[in-house]
C-alpha cells in the first residue's frame, strides 16, 4: 500500500516521464518540424519519405475545411458540382472502368442528385447507393483513393476545385451512408471484428520486421498520411 506522501511521487515521476518522452519526441525524426516543416522522415526508414506535413498540409487542410462549408451552403450548385466532379474522375486524366455494373453505377452517380433524407423518404424511395458502390468496387476505390491521397500527400500547388470536388465526392458518399441507415436502422452501431490491409514493397516489409529486434524505445516509425 502506497501512502499519500508515495502516491504523489509516483504520479510526479509518471509525468516527467511523460515530459522526457514528449521532449525525445522529435528525436524519432531525422527532421523536426523546426528544420524542415515539410517533411518528416523516419530514422528507421530513412530511404523514404512517408510523413508530410507542414505548411502546406495546415493550408491544404484549411482548403479542405473551406470546401465543407462552400458545399453545404451551396448545395443549390449542385449541377455545377456535380460536372466537376465528372472532369476530375473521367475527363481530366482518361480514367475508363472495365467492370459494367461499377461504370453503370458511375453513369448513374454522375447523373443524379442525391441528399439527406428523411426517414419517411427513405423508406418510400428505392434507393441505389451508387456512391457507395463505385467507392467500394476495385477499380472505383483505386482511382478514389490515389486521388484523394494526392490531395492529402502532394506538395505541388493543388487547384481548390479538385479539393472541392474530391470533398463533394466524400459527401455523396456520406448521404448513401446516412440514407441507408435510415432505411436500414438494424445495420446501425455495427459490432466486429474489421480487418484492413496494406500493401507493402519487400524492402518496406524488411524495415518492418528488423524494427522488431530493436530495443523498446527505439522501435519508432512515421506514420503516413492517407486520403
Not at 530513412?46 to 502546406?56: H, M, R, S
Not at 465528372?86 to 482518361?94: E, R, S, T, V, Y
Amino acid at each position: 500500500m502506497y501512502t499519500d506522501t508515495e502516491r504523489l511521487q509516483c504520479d510526479t515521476n509518471d509525468e516527467v516521464d511523460q515530459r522526457d518522452d514528449d521532449d525525445d519526441r522529435s528525436n524519432r525524426f531525422v527532421e523536426t518540424v523546426t528544420d524542415n516543416p515539410e517533411l518528416l522522415k523516419s530514422k528507421s526508414l530513412n530511404k523514404l519519405k512517408p510523413f508530410y506535413c507542414g505548411v502546406n498540409l495546415d493550408e491544404r487542410m484549411a482548403d479542405i475545411r473551406a470546401s465543407i462549408y462552400y458545399i453545404r451552403q451551396h448545395w443549390d450548385e449542385y449541377p455545377s458540382f456535380l460536372l466537376k466532379l465528372k472532369h476530375l474522375l473521367i475527363d481530366q486524366d482518361g480514367f475508363e472502368i472495365k467492370d459494367k455494373r461499377t461504370r453503370d453505377d458511375l453513369d448513374i452517380l454522375l447523373s443524379t442528385k442525391r441528399d439527406w433524407l428523411t426517414n419517411e423518404e427513405a423508406m418510400t424511395r428505392k434507393l441505389g447507393y451508387e456512391a457507395v458502390k463505385v467507392y467500394t468496387s476495385k477499380e472505383g476505390h483505386g482511382h478514389i483513393y490515389r486521388l484523394s491521397n494526392d490531395i492529402f500527400r502532394k506538395a505541388t500547388l493543388m487547384s481548390i476545385e479538385t479539393i472541392r470536388s474530391m470533398v463533394f465526392l466524400v459527401e455523396l458518399i456520406n448521404i448513401d451512408l446516412y440514407n441507408y441507415c435510415l432505411k436500414c436502422p438494424e445495420q446501425k452501431n455495427f459490432e466486429d471484428v474489421v480487418y484492413r490491409g496494406i500493401c507493402l514493397a519487400e524492402d518496406d516489409l524488411i524495415a518492418f520486421k528488423a524494427l522488431r529486434e530493436e530495443p523498446l524505445g527505439s522501435r519508432n516509425i512515421a506514420v503516413p498520411l492517407g486520403g
